[in-house]
């Protein structure tokens, strides 16, 4: 294999500009290895600074996390905030999470910042990605960055950046700001000089207004103080929710938390996982040992930037289950409507909020509660878009997406695993207050508004060529979406990135109101759905599969399941992936 021309023109630049001496011995030992392919990927593009930022394999290159891509994206940010608000004093907040690295990354972010005459609000310690949108709103500021790769493997980094109102940016700042970083041709136009008086430490105070904000939210205290001692194992898998968590829980009144030690210590490395994910079943193995050895009712692990959160119970063979992102978002969401609902707090008013990628159960709650709902677009940037706008209008009381994450209240506009571990313990105790679990919590939701069960299936493509056959995959899709289901025919197809609905029964077209993304859904006629998405921040192509039966009593559970697991099986068989 050779280098391509402009791959090793990029490689040439980053050789003879003004990088520092170990970036570039790095580079050359490479080329000396003959690595080309490392090569390559580091060098065929520049990193793209997308509508969330940044995020990539740490190392050296055009294509990679370092400290000159996060420079170059901060030099970018800091000429859109200074054209944005001209004349103004304008604030930022920097975090950063446990990642190898994201400590000096948040330095250099800082520098930059300073640099361009921005007042810079720096955590002095690592805190989690909620508290830095939280610190946003409330400090004043005009924009903050996280440096995280939130669940990403080990040899990932990257840079979250944030508007005024604490969410990532979207139309039409998120093309504003990378049309900035875009502009930025050389290392040379960045500044790496700190002006330090433009950089003020946070910390503490911060956290105790948040927690004490979360603690306000709380809706069922009585059933916390009457189940106070109930007993919780919780694991921050080597990330920030050690710093917030434990001490949010014991706010709201529990006394009887277990931490899971091997996995309480900030480290980026990850020692005792393969990923640092709490969707996968593995990063929770110590967590379910701890809970097993103390016969526990909860069982909670939140990821290294802690805004998702995974969740084990008790099922009645007396088995720890995991619960998917679907089943906790469902949970979670039925118990503080029906909370609400006890404490005559529904006025008509309140709404909630999903991706179209979550489970359609919450729609059914949303429904039968008559409070309005939401769908929007993958990714939590855009339920706290939703949040923005109607804010001061409506009030926000919870939502949430399949891929772990939820938010309670409107503190944030973000996913927030702290605020999350608070209210997954309030609603464990809420229905153990009422001689339930939340295993039958949630056989007793499916019976009530059906059995949905869903289903991730994610392919990985890695590099140049991986990218290159995820795109053709999503146009096989679209220019050939199959007929039929898991045997059923498919009626309606959704195309995000056209902007399109077509009815496949009559040819009829209708404008979709989302914005545009690239994701296409296929519906059949018994209410099966299937998305596809290429991931924004992993080189994986996503499908996700959701079907649904009737559950006519929780005796029945194992095998209506059992028969909705078949039937996903023979959708993705007919997908053909």
Known sequence: MQLEQATLNTINEWLNGNYDDTTKNEIQSLLNQEAYTELTDSFYRDLEFGTGGLRGIMGPGSNRINKYTIGTATQGLANYLNKKYPGEKIKVAIAHDSRNNSDY????TADVFSANGIHVYFFSA??????????????GCKSGVMLTASHNPKEYNGYKAYGADGGQFTAPDDKLVMDEVARIKTIDEVKFESIAANIEQIAEDIDQLYLDKITALSVSPEAIARQKDLKIVFSPIHGTGITLVPKALEQFGFTNLTVVEEQSKPDGNFPTVVYPNPEEKEALTL???KAREIDADLVMATDPDADRVGIAVKNHDGEFVLLNGNQTGSLLINYVLTAWQEKGKLTGNEYIVKTIVTSNLIEAIANAKNVTYYNTLTGFKWIGQIMTQLEGKSTFIVGGEESYGYLVGDLVRDKDAIVSCAFIAEM??????????????LLNMYVEYGLYKEELVSITKKGKTGAEDIKAMMEKFRNNPPATLGGSKIDTLKDYELGVQTDLRTGVKSKLELPKSDVLQFITADGSIVSARPSGTEPKIKFYCSVNAPLNNKADFKAVDAKLGDKIKAVMNDLEV
């Open 287 to 289: 967590a379910l040992k």
């Open 105 to 108: 990354f948040a330095k250099i």
């Open 428 to 441: 464990t105790a809420f229905y153990k207050d009422k001689g339930s679990s939340l295993y039958d919590a």
């Open 126 to 139: 690592l805190r989690p990605t909620p508290e830095l949108s939280f610190a946003i709103r409330n400090l």
